[in-house]
């Protein structure tokens, strides 16, 4: 539920309506104050609010049942896009950000260089697993530990700040130490554990789409990290499965700008595990950007062939440096840097 308040409702009043509303119905709420009017969105259960009643309060103009079962993701909720500062970098505003980076952290050596390569083409952050969630248990795992450690120093030296994804609460304390941004794969959308314990952070959250699951499922998911109270959550779209084999997933871009309308969040677009080949990476982004995505993680790898994971889906940096000039003038073409 929604209420729009009066024109110019001076705010210890809006802190009132709040209060009594809490204490009276016991649901949350969620004021937000905009230029031209201040909302206030109701969380919990709002079936035994009398509409009258609220309709009645002199601070309130109108009141919006918001259908939806995502409220604080809700466009509704938050009619302005949500803007997320991660070092010198803001994320949804009209300049697009790129992360790039490899898919795993393979050595200290190998994450610095590809760091500073990205870097000086135009990435704003760098990405590098270091806890893999591979599909086969003989498969690189990744660094753990020593990998966010690696990152941490490309950190150091580039200024890039590091997302990295996290399979598992218990690996909290280390990314709080270690991670500006932390990424929920695409396994754990729906690790409801793991979205609480993330909710309870003060951290940007990457958080991938299942691939098979809906885009009202990937705000649910939202939902929760965001009702713990951490509301810094980017959406991303990184391919879906479906009846299609030759690329390794199929990039869903109808889903950005319906999240765009859906949802003040943030929406990425992760073009390397969509099309799982790199040939297809460079035409994807581009699609992306086109159609409104506000980032895209992509992936880079100083020597594909011999990757310890997703090698084939890579970009060399001078490929990633191409694609990179290749996406400013469609940016440019909406109104948007990159
Ligand atoms: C990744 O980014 O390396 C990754 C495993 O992504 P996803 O969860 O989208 O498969
Ligand atoms: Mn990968």
């Known amino acids: 539920m929604i209420l729009v308040l009066k024109q110019g409702t001076p705010k210890p009043a809006v802190e009132s309506l709040c209060d009594w509303l809490?204490?009276?119905?016991?649901?949350?709420?969620?004021?937000?104050?905009?230029?031209?009017?201040?909302?206030?969105?109701?969380?919990?259960?709002?079936?035994?609010?009398?509409?009258?009643?609220?309709e009645l309060q002199d601070t309130v103009e109108r009141v919006m049942k918001v259908q939806e079962p995502y409220k604080r993701a809700n466009r509704k909720f938050h009619p302005d896009n949500t803007l997320i500062q991660i070092g010198d970098v803001t994320v949804g505003t009209d300049q697009v950000c790129v992360i790039a980076g490899p898919c795993s952290v393979e050595s200290e050596e190998q994450v610095a260089g590809i760091a500073a390569l990205v870097?000086?083409?135009?990435?704003?952050?760098?990405?590098?697993?270091?806890?893999?969630?591979?599909?086969?248990?003989?498969?690189?795992?990744?660094?753990?530990?020593?990998?966010?450690m690696y990152m941490k120093k490309a950190r150091q030296v580039t200024g890039l700040p590091v997302v990295s994804e996290i399979t598992n609460p218990s690996q909290l304390e280390l990314f709080l130490e270690f991670v500006d941004v932390i990424q929920?794969?695409?396994?754990?959308?729906?690790?409801?554990?793991?979205?609480?314990?993330?909710?309870?952070?003060?951290?940007?959250i990457l958080l991938k789409r299942g691939f098979a699951n809906t885009i009202d499922e990937l705000l649910m998911s939202a939902e929760y990290i965001m009702n713990g109270g951490n509301s810094e959550v980017i959406l991303c779209e990184r391919g879906i499965r479906t009846f299609e084999t030759s690329t390794r997933n199929t990039l869903d871009i109808s889903a950005i700008p319906v999240l765009?309308?859906?949802?003040?969040?943030?929406?990425?677009?992760?073009?390397?595990?969509?099309?799982?080949?790199?040939v297809y990476v460079e035409p994807l982004s581009?699609?992306?950007?086109?159609?409104?995505?506000?980032?895209?993680?992509?992936e880079v790898h100083?020597?594909?062939?011999?990757?310890?994971?997703?090698?084939?889906?890579?970009?060399?940096?001078?490929?990633?440096?191409?694609l990179m000039n290749g996406l400013r003038p469609i940016a440019a073409a909406i109104g948007r840097t990159i």
């Open 22 to 54: 809490t204490s009276a119905y016991g649901v949350q709420t969620s004021p937000i104050f905009g230029s031209s009017m201040t909302i206030v969105g109701l969380v919990g259960d709002t079936s035994n609010i009398p509409i009258e009643t609220l």
């Open 119 to 148: 870097k000086s083409a135009g990435a704003v952050m760098l990405r590098g697993g270091a806890f893999k969630p591979r599909s086969s248990p003989y498969a690189f795992q990744g660094l753990k530990a020593e990998g966010l």
């Open 184 to 204: 929920v794969g695409t396994r754990n959308m729906q690790n409801f554990e793991l979205l609480k314990e993330l909710g309870r952070i003060r951290r940007p």
């Open 260 to 278: 765009k309308s859906r949802t003040h969040l943030p929406v990425f677009v992760d073009p390397s595990h969509a099309a799982g080949y790199a």
């Open 286 to 298: 581009r699609a992306a950007i086109a159609a409104g995505a506000d980032g895209l993680i992509i």
């Open 302 to 322: 100083n020597d594909p062939p011999r990757a310890l994971s997703d090698g084939q889906q890579s970009l060399t940096p001078e490929a990633f440096a191409a």
